[in-house]
């Protein structure tokens, strides 16, 4: 997904973790924020959510607390309407000419609404969300939430890279790295990528059987990478699923544990 200052894809999608309530209990709707990225410039909200409602929108600020103590608004930026169903968008909050230092921790807040006669009201809570901005510039940029399914067997790391040469080798350019525990799901953002680029998620276990192991996503076998759907389409991947990485590995590679 291309970001500029502001381009916001509306998915219909199945599976997503808000269903709506039977029409039973008459009409409804809520969103919650499923991931964030935070940068200096910009910051992409991931949102998901349902309405049975027929007209609807979704809202996005990003706040920074100053001095004082008090949240100051950076930008908002309200969706395009939409209609009944359930909800995956991701919205791109700019701030480049009030840009944060890295680190900085911002407030993001979403709400859903629905048209009622000629404005716009709430629906549902407001979900809120607090991230610290990352060490980069992400306008024009793109970001990838990789989420897995089980939990690590081992403490240890997740690389996202962009890829060259051999399917299950972890070659290629290192956009990020975080730790995960063991026994524990991962959730990891990664920001500021190039948009369309394929990206693919390796995990380093720190003991055991420490062969790194790409984390094939939920495309598989069809695919095997990050799509331009990135921002509202999460990489969603498993542990157990994880497929070895063919030898030899990179003699520099930070993340092996030899």
């Known amino acids: 997904m291309k970001f500029g200052r502001l381009v916001i894809l509306v998915i219909f999608v199945t599976g997503l973790f808000f269903v709506l309530p039977s029409s039973t209990y008459g009409q409804s709707g809520a ?3 499923y991931s964030v990225a935070a940068c200096k410039d910009s910051t992409t909200v991931a949102v998901m959510g349902a309405s049975s409602y027929a007209t609807n929108r ?18 908002n930026e309200t969706t395009d309407s939409f209609g009944v169903g359930r909800i995956s968008v991701a919205i791109v909050l700019s701030y480049a000419k009030r ?3 890295a680190g900085t921790e911002l407030r993001v807040e979403v709400q859903l609404q629905r048209l009622s006669g000629n404005s716009y009201v709430d629906v549902g809570p ?9 060490d980069k510039d992400c306008l024009g940029s793109c970001s990838v939430t990789v989420d897995t399914s089980d939990a690590a067997p081992a403490d240890g790391t997740i ?11 972890p070659e290629g350019w290192l956009h990020g790295a975080l730790p995960v525990r063991a026994g524990r799901r991962a959730r990891v953002v990664f920001n500021g990528l ?14 055991g059987d420490t062969t790194p192991r790409m984390l094939p996503a939920q495309y598989w076998p069809d695919e095997y990478a990050a799509t331009v759907a990135d921002g509202t389409n999460p990489y969603t991947t498993s542990f157990a699923r994880g497929l070895p990485a063919t030898h030899p590995v990179e003699a520099d590679d930070l993340f092996m544990t030899r």
Request: aromatic share 18%; with cysteine; net charge positive.
């Open 126 to 134: 407001r979900a809120v969300q607090y991230a610290r901005a990352a």
């Open 159 to 169: 690389t996202l890279r962009s890829h060259y040469g051999s399917w299950f080798r």
């Open 58 to 75: 979704v809202w996005a600020k990003v706040f920074v607390r100053n001095d004082g103590g008090e949240y100051v608004e950076l930008d």
């Open 99 to 101: 840009s944060v230092a």
């Open 31 to 33: 969103v919650g924020i």
């Open 194 to 207: 190039s948009c369309g680029w394929t990206a693919r998620a390796w995990y380093y276990p720190k003991n």
